[in-house]
Nanobody
Framework: QLQASGGGLVQAGGSLRLSCAASGFSLDSYAITWFRQAPGKEREGIICIQMRGSSVVYAGFVQGRFTVSRDNAKNTVYLQMNSLRPEDTAVYSCAARTYIC?????????RGKGTQVTVSS
């Protein structure tokens, strides 16, 4: 299973680092997509990290602010979020797909529960 953690309350302009930890399987053969679901909106895939570490950005607002990384030895993927804005307030979750990145939740093999991120103005 996957579990996202690291969320919390942060002021606008601040930073958070989210973690996505896997248990029961190795992340080595999986691409990991970060999703977020803001209040009243649909869940959307925002960024993905390939098996070998390159990233695929799906959402324009990620550019220059969010980066994704992975530590296969720790079986964990990270989402570093900088320059946070109130509109980044959402539940962030991660999901795993074999080999290749996708932004579609339905394509995921494993889906984790999310962590709440709240950005105050």
């Amino acid at each position: 299973q996957l579990q996202a953690s690291g969320g919390g309350l942060v002021q606008a302009g601040g930073s958070l680092r989210l973690s996505c930890a896997a248990s029961g399987f190795s992340l080595d053969s999986y691409a990991i997509t970060w999703f977020r679901q803001a209040p009243g909106k649909e869940r959307e895939g925002i960024i993905c990290i390939q098996m070998r570490g390159s990233s695929v950005v799906y959402a324009g607002f990620v550019q220059g602010r969010f980066t994704v990384s992975r530590d296969n030895a720790k079986n964990t993927v990270y989402l570093q979020m900088n320059s946070l804005r109130p509109e980044d307030t959402a539940v962030y979750s991660c999901a795993a797909r074999t080999y290749i990145c996708s932004r579609d939740n339905i394509a995921m093999k494993y889906r984790g529960k999310g962590t709440q991120v709240t950005v105050s103005s």
